[in-house]
């Protein structure tokens, strides 16, 4: 009798003591990554007032240079930079924008690509990554119209502008496009059953 009223004070005392431990333990490490998370964001956002802007690679400034694709014959460097932008939207590899370009008065999507997300690459890989994705075409991709490269290192990536809501989804939603878009999911939902019930993968 003794040995069970022991056994259930040592379990009465241990358990909550071990949760409330790992209670502190869990908060600490979601409190230090966060602050580590913070600091990374401030110390390489470009558009940050407060930081220097240094990106590139030998500590001199490169060349601006603006690649057009299909689509994107009527973009110039000078349209890009003195667009007025409006943002509509954040994320942790980039800002998106909504310009209209002054010259053709078109409205376009610039997607302003973090350091963070292009400074560890060769610029000679990335360069070509961003020519293949140029070059890509299909009804359900949205095409890459430009890509601009600034003399302190930003990234800029120019898209067309969908909708008035700015953002694929509500441009998806519209329904002229729900019986399309009903049919593809339909389809692509029978052909995923015949490769399950086939055990093609």
Do not use: W
């Not at 966060?34 to 001199?60: H, I």
């Not at 601009?148 to 998806?172: D, Q, T």
């Amino acid at each position: 009798m003794r040995k069970s009223h022991l056994v259930k004070l040592i379990l009465a005392v241990s358990l909550p003591t071990t949760f409330l431990i790992m209670i502190a333990i869990i908060i600490i490490f979601i409190f230090c990554r966060r602050t580590t998370t913070e600091t990374n964001e401030v110390q390489y956002d470009v558009e940050s007032p407060y930081e220097k802007q240094e990106f590139s690679d030998n500590g001199s400034e490169t060349e601006e240079e603006l690649i057009i694709f299909n689509g994107g014959e009527d973009l110039t460097i000078c349209d890009i930079l003195d667009a007025p932008g409006e943002v509509i939207g954040k994320s942790s590899y980039g800002t998106l924008y909504k310009a209209t370009l002054q010259r053709s008065g078109k409205v376009r999507v610039l997607r302003f690509l973090r350091p963070l997300c292009a400074v560890n690459s060769d610029s000679k890989e990335f360069n070509g990554v961003i020519e293949s994705l140029g070059f890509v075409r299909h009804d359900n991709l949205v095409p890459l119209l430009g890509f601009y490269v600034g003399n302190r290192g930003e990234k800029l990536m120019i898209h067309p502008f969908f909708g008035s809501s700015g953002n694929l989804s509500a441009f998806i939603k519209c329904k002229s496009l729900f019986s399309t878009l009903f049919f593809f999911s339909r389809e692509n939902a029978r052909k995923l059953k015949k490769i399950k019930r086939n055990k093609l993968f």
